[in-house]
């Protein structure tokens, strides 16, 4: 069904979230157990006020994020994802996800609604620096101000553009799958629903249930991302 929907849609768009990179060794946030927010409260280490408030745990925090995503890379569902760009067979991600997974495995129409962690600012005079900066434990500016990943963090708003252009794709596509997300964080969250309102078909592939689960034509919940994108890759370029 789902290579059915596949092969004759016009307009795909993928929308991925931290469960896409669980199987390239990173933690997501709220599988039980594993998820990042299992452990750690966001708003002690991932909001604008720990970054003014507690900035030795915060710069602990992301530095330590930004290794876990120097140690891994994509997984093979990244690549097939790439390939099914260039394919022809989907037209653009939309991502919540900040590791560079997406781009990393070659995929190019690549919208990011929380930033990446491949760069850091100045949160003064916004100079950006690459996030070796953070690997090497430097943490502020040649201007002195703190130097933070330019990931969105906790109380500030989504970047306007990957946004705006979010929109835009929901609004035209025809399928829209999302893939490893719990479509718990808004605004993020909403795309799935502008998609399926404009008449496109809802796929939800998630190892746990969503709230979103009612509104998609096919849920998968039984198998992981990577299991799911291989399976269907050697059926559509068997
Ligand atoms: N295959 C399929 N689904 C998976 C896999 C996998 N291999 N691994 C984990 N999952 C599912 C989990 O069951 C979970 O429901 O992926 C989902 C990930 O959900 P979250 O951890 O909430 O991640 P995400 O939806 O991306 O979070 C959105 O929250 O904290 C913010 O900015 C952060 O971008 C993030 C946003």
Redesign the pocket.
Known sequence: MLEKLLKESTYTVIY????????SGL?????SQT???EQKD?AQV?STEALNRDVETFFQFYRERVLGVKDCEPHEGYQILAKWEKEGLIQSIIT???DGFHAEAGSKNIME??GTLQKVHCQTCKKEYGSEMYEQEHFYCECGGKLRPS??L?GESLPEEPFMKAAEESEKADLFIV???????TP??QFPLIAKECGAKLVI????P?HFDHHADIVIHD??????LKELDEEIFK
Do not use: C, Y
Request: net charge negative.
């Open positions: 991925t979230g931290a469960g896409m990179s669980t199987e933690p997501d946030f709220r599988s998820g990042l927010w966001p991932a919540q996800n900040v609604l929380h990931v969105i906790f893939i490893g997300s719990s479509l718990t964080v993020a969250n592939i998630n190892l746990e969503t198998q992981k991302a990577g299991q799911v």
